[in-house]
């Protein structure tokens, strides 16, 4: 009898790469192989990665040298990467680890069983890092309609043509390609059938989903046709471009009562002049325009935002610009970054001169000061009650469940998986630094 095939898989980064990695879960299901959670267990181990900053690339290189020991113990194991390391560092990879099999880019999901097969048999080194055409990447777009969650993520669009002067994102995913909406709207009716309750609708910068295709719906004429479909209880997208907010975008949040009150709109910066040399195409006036007339039109809504700390040439006086904006915006969350040059881009030719703990002392007053407002903005919701989508059992423990209010955050409270699926209403009974407590009000 031929061993079992089992695979290991870890994911790293973004929404895209999650999608991606439900992809290859499927397709190596299909040839015959079982996931396990054990590296030791498997005898695939695959790295889907990230290389938006140095240290998750270096962390790549750390994880995949720990699975040296275990080929030379197996060396029938399969050893491979995939995800955005593996587009920026191709052939280098094969080189440089030379107990590794496969290498295959952020375009070649689809080759992943074929390359597994390749190498079972012949015990041949593959690579496949090539962009594929636009017809080519429609045709292959990730798509999943099996309705076995609450809430799934939809891709709308791919790549991205923005060209922020320190992201690598444009180079390791290729050209900005939007899908067309009838197949959207096809799926997410799929989901709805299927039991899923909450799509979010996934893209570098969803805010230009369709702007280069004649005759295409608008971002938000999409969001409207969503918001149509039966079953559907909640939307929400990720992730926007201050740039790109549309006046109808805005509205969507009054308009659209599926619209969770949530939007994800990166600041990077809070200095005119840093915001330029970013490529970001707005400043820091026009942005706080934006967040006023979403804060208008939908008063509950809470931002979050991404932050880089010391940007090439940054000064003090930029610094304060972003505290003082960070302030003034009062985000529920930031995800704050220390800037890390990248290959490729054209920040990385700025001359830098900054001290590391230069940087470091910026890093943690934005996180001190982010953690104050944070805090308060997620303490005025103890006491209320709030809906809840109830997505599954909590990892708290036995008889706990949880789910997410509109702004996003998890609640983790006692109830049956039964209510799994359902919208029930929460009261909020503490906010700790990422998830609330909450019982369930009858
Ligand atoms: N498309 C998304 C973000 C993708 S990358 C957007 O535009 O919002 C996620 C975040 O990583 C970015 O928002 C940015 O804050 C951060 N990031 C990207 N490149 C970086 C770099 N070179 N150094 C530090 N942070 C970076
Ligand atoms: Fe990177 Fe800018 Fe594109 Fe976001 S919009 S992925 S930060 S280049
Ligand atoms: Fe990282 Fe690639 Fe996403 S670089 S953030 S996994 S597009």
């Not at 719906?217 to 969001?223: C, D, R, V």
Request: glycine share 8%; hydrophobic share 40%.
């Amino acid at each position: 009898m031929a061993a079992e095939k089992t695979f290991y898989l870890e994911t790293f980064g973004c929404q895209m790469n999650v999608v991606d990695s439900e992809r290859i879960v499927d397709s190596l299901k299909q040839i015959g192989y079982r996931q396990v959670s054990l590296v030791e267990d498997a005898g695939l181990i695959l790295l889907n990665t990230c290389s938006v900053r140095d240290k998750a690339e270096r962390k790549v290189y750390g994880h995949l040298g720990s699975f040296k020991p275990l080929k030379a113990d197996n060396p029938a194991l399969i050893i491979g990467v995939g995800g955005c390391v593996a587009q920026q560092e191709g052939e280098r990879l094969l080189e440089k680890l030379p107990f590794l099999d496969l290498v295959f880019g952020t375009h070649n999901v689809h080759k992943l069983p074929e390359m597994v097969q390749a190498v079972e048999k012949n015990r041949v080194r593959c690579l496949e890092t090539d962009f594929l055409d636009r017809e080519t990447r429609l045709a292959l777009f990730p798509r999943r309609t099996e309705g076995d969650m609450v809430s799934r993520f939809v891709t709308v669009m791919q790549g991205c043509d923005n060209f922020c002067s320190y992201c690598v994102v444009p180079h390791v995913r290729g050209r900005e390609i939007s899908r067309p909406s009838a197949e959207i709207l096809a799926e997410i009716e799929e989901l709805s059938a299927g039991g899923v309750r909450e799509v979010t609708l996934i893209g570098q910068n969803v805010n230009s989903y369709g702007a280069r295709i004649e005759g295409e719906l608008s971002f938000a004429a999409l969001l409207a046709a969503v918001q149509a479909i039966d079953g559907i209880e909640r939307i929400r997208f990720t992730t926007s471009h201050p740039r790109d907010l549309s006046g109808e975008l805005i509205a969507a949040f009054a308009t659209l009562d599926k619209l969770c009150l949530h939007i994800h709109l990166p600041v990077q910066c809070g200095s005119d002049r840093v915001l330029k040399l970013m490529n970001r195409g707005y400043t820091r006036a026009g942005y706080l325009d934006r967040v006023r007339r979403l804060k208008e039109v939908a008063p509950e809504i809470r931002l979050t935002s991404d932050i880089i700390v010391g940007f090439p040439g940054e000064t003090e006086e930029d610094f304060a610009a972003t505290l003082d904006l960070v302030a003034e915006v009062r985000y529920a969350d930031v995800f704050t970054f220390l800037y890390s040059p990248r290959p490729g881009t054209a920040a990385a030719e700025l001359s830098d001169d900054l001290p590391a703990a230069v940087r470091q002392e910026r890093f943690d007053r934005l996180l001190a000061l982010q953690e104050s407002i944070g805090r308060q903005v997620w303490a005025a919701d103890v006491g209320a009650v709030l809906p809840v989508l109830v997505e599954g059992e909590s990892r708290q423990g036995e008889g706990q469940i949880f789910g997410r209010t509109t702004w996003n955050r998890i609640v983790n409270f006692p109830g049956s998986p039964e209510l799994i699926g359902r919208t029930v209403p929460v009261r909020i009974l503490r906010s700790n630094k990422n998830t609330q407590l909450g019982e369930i009000v009858i």
